[in-house]
């Protein structure tokens, strides 16, 4: 019911910042909280990122607070996830998620509903 399609991941140096997009299809693309996960090969999925229904209320995973912003437009059924003073750590395949809930915590992967299909995004030391 909603397909998430992932954009802008790429090869950058240290310090240096990135954009990713997520364009979601459906007409209920307000009524999910929204969240980016990232994952390394040989590691489970883990929480970056979250903002709530409205994009009033955001929360962060305590490794990119300060340095990513996540932000949803909802006339345009698009997620942001701008990341800034990139660390070589940052690494990894970043993906778009909804989820039912905003919650301040950290999400779990089994509370997602919907997944993109990844975006890789490099960062050079």
């Known amino acids: 019911q909603v397909q998430l399609v992932e954009s802008g991941g790429g090869l950058v140096q240290a310090g240096g910042s990135l954009r990713l997009s997520c364009a979601a299809s459906g007409r209920t693309f307000s009524s999910y909280a929204m969240a980016w996960f990232r994952q390394t090969p040989g590691k489970e999925r883990e929480f970056a990122a979250a903002?709530?229904?409205?994009?009033?209320?955001?929360y962060y995973v305590d490794s990119v607070k300060g340095r990513f912003t996540i932000s949803r437009d909802n006339a345009k059924n698009t997620v942001y996830l701008q990341m800034n003073s990139l660390k070589p750590e940052d690494t990894a395949v970043y993906y778009c998620?909804?989820?039912?809930?905003?919650?301040?915590?950290?999400?779990?992967?089994?509370?997602?509903?919907?997944w993109g299909q990844g975006t890789q995004v490099t960062v050079s030391s």
């Open positions: 903002v709530s229904e409205s994009g009033a209320r955001t």
């Open positions: 998620a909804a989820a039912p809930t905003y919650y301040r915590h950290n999400y779990k992967p089994n509370e997602i509903h919907y």
